[in-house]
């Protein structure tokens, strides 16, 4: 597993080690899935592609669900898939959640009551978004801080296992350690604060550069709006803004920027959580030595 902060470069060091090691990728990220999002979620290129076989990349529509549970399926299908042909599976991403599923099962949560989203939904549409994340602040500010944005699935989702129990769906989330399976090794990758923060503005710059808010139009021609979970995430829902008339060209890429910089401290908030995490200091390593690295802990 080669995990890290957003734009820390797990994706060149993945490839990398797919060739060295005859491997293929598995992303475990919450955006990649999604079809016509390559610019915004930093997809791997047409050549990376190339080099390196990846998994659960572009396969669904923006406006189809997808819980951690049906990644963690999807996962345990290509891992046994790759297995199969006698390659190594590496997981290659930075979500949370989808990460955290890979190494230790999910909690014992009630399952959704169809009655509670449908009414959940409805009054999202009638009241908005934003009232029923004001519910959930006050229900669980735990799990509301935690959230990438306005999270429609999760929000309705957290407020549905709420009006089932009585209880935070953050109480439902084991505070015990969280152990490695025997079978996986997690590396995560290491940068100073001024060095990542550089990477995510260079990233974002070349994002735009690239065309994302063409990328953006697209998705809106196509009837997809920024009240789906996955483009009310950070740089589409900005770029969603701008398009509006709601911000200035520059408002925007900084407030892409700012927004990433507090994603990636998240990240490396819960990464550190990780005791068995081997973490690279790419700071003062390149790639090749990292792979060195890495070959001498997986033996």
């Not at 449908?118 to 029923?132: K, P, S, W």
């Not at 925007?252 to 690279?280: G, P, S, V």
Request: charged share 25%; aromatic share 8%; net charge negative.
């Amino acid at each position: 597993m080669i995990a890290g902060p957003t734009a820390s470069g797990k994706t060149t060091l993945s490839i990398a080690l797919a060739e060295a090691f005859n491997g293929e990728i598995i992303s475990v990220d919450s955006r990649q899935c999604y079809r016509y999002m390559d610019i915004g979620t930093a997809k791997p290129t047409a050549e990376e592609l190339r080099k390196a076989r990846h998994y659960n990349i572009s396969i669904l529509n923006p406006d189809e669900e997808d819980t951690v549970a049906d990644f963690l399926k999807r996962a345990e299908n290509y891992a046994q898939e790759i297995e199969s042909r006698g390659k190594r599976v590496i997981y290659c991403g930075g979500s949370t959640l989808h990460l955290q599923s890979i190494i230790r099962p999910l909690d014992d949560v009630p399952p959704a009551d169809p009655g509670n989203i449908e009414r959940l939904n409805r009054q999202a549409e009638l009241q908005g978004l934003e009232t029923l994340f004001h519910t959930l602040q006050e229900a669980d500010p735990d799990y509301a801080q935690k959230m990438d944005g306005l999270n429609r699935q999760r929000i309705i989702r957290a407020l549905d296992v709420w009006h089932q129990t009585g209880k935070p769906f953050s109480s439902f989330h084991s505070n015990e350690p969280i152990n490695l399976p025997g079978n996986l090794r997690a590396f995560a990758l290491h940068l100073n604060r001024e060095d990542l923060h550089q990477r995510i503005s260079i990233r974002v710059d070349r994002m735009l550069e690239m065309g994302l808010l063409n990328e953006v139009r697209g998705l809106i021609e196509k009837g997809y709006t920024s009240q789906l979970q996955a483009l009310n995430t950070v740089g589409y829902r900005q770029a969603i803004s701008f398009l509006m008339g709601e911000c200035s060209y520059d408002d925007m890429a900084e407030d892409i920027k700012t927004a990433t910089r507090r994603y990636a401290k998240r990240q490396i908030t819960w990464l550190r959580r990780l005791q068995f995490l081997h973490w690279l200091d790419m700071n003062i390593m390149d790639k090749q030595e990292a792979i060195d690295e890495i070959s001498s802990a997986i033996r």
